[in-house]
């Protein structure tokens, strides 16, 4: 069986499994073939925007025999889809904008039944956004280790309902406080919104968008206050 570090286990973890699954931006197709080979998914279509990993993936999909499982397909983002062809989609390994922007650009996918699972490299805050605003209920949000970098990923569902919340929750989520990694994570975020909010008012610019970010700023370090787990 192929062998998954860290980040893609998390990734497979999340997975809902059952039926059809598009690993967006697959590259090796190291997260579909995993998902075949434990029996999670029937079928996978594993696309991406380039030649060059797309033929990564064809020796992986070869190496395992899973070819009859695995179609590849050439795609930006999932331009190349029709919809309602997947019930499940996951994109890992690239940015948050870049992730917010491919699904941004496929309406299609708020739609019963749709479940997602996201793994951005960077900017979690435009995946929980995205989801957010777009009527997508984050069901499980996982922080893994792999050395020193630390990764998140997400699962969600569409309910079409009004999933908006507040700023603050973009920024930093629901993770545990107990989760090592986590405040890691939740770590770095504040201090690069302490640097960004000072960075506004010695420019002398921007005075709502920084005002905005204290806020968050101060919601966060309320949140560290009360639970007296996390530190600043
Ligand atoms: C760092 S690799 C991640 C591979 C794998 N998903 C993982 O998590 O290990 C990012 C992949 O996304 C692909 N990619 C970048 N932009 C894309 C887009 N707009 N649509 C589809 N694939 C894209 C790249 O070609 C690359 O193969």
């Known amino acids: 069986m192929i062998h998954l570090t860290n980040r893609l286990s998390a990734a497979a973890s999340l997975v809902r499994g059952g039926g059809s699954i598009a690993d967006v931006g697959t590259d090796h197709a190291y997260l579909p073939v995993y998902l075949c080979q434990t029996g999670k998914i029937k079928r996978a279509v594993a696309s991406d925007i380039g030649e060059g990993p797309l033929e990564n993936a064809a020796r992986t999909v070869e190496r395992w025999g899973l070819s009859d499982q695995i179609e590849l397909r050439l795609s930006d983002g999932l331009d190349a889809f ?20 491919i699904l941004r650009a496929a309406p299609w996918i708020c739609r019963p039944g749709m479940h997602l699972v996201l793994q951005p490299m ?14 997508f209920q984050i069901e499980n949000e996982l922080c893994v280790s792999e050395g020193r970098r630390v990764y998140l990923c997400f ?56 005002a905005a970010l204290r806020t968050v700023i101060e919601t966060y370090e309320r949140m560290c206050q009360d639970d007296g787990q996390r530190d600043l």
């Not at 029709?82 to 922007?101: K, N």
């Not at 569902?157 to 908006?164: C, K, L």
């Open 82 to 101: 029709t919809p309602g062809e997947v019930g499940e989609i996951l994109i890992c390994g690239m940015g948050g904008e870049l992730i917010a922007g």
């Open 122 to 135: 960077s900017h979690g805050v435009d995946v929980r956004r995205f989801l957010c605003e777009n009527g």
């Open 155 to 210: 699962s969600a569902n569409w309910t079409g309902q009004d999933e908006r919340q507040p700023e603050a929750y973009y920024y930093f989520g629901e993770l545990p406080a107990a989760d090592a990694n986590a405040r890691m994570l939740q770590k770095r975020v504040y201090a690069h919104l302490c640097t960004r909010a000072d960075a506004l008012r010695e420019a002398g610019r921007l005075a709502e968008e920084e």
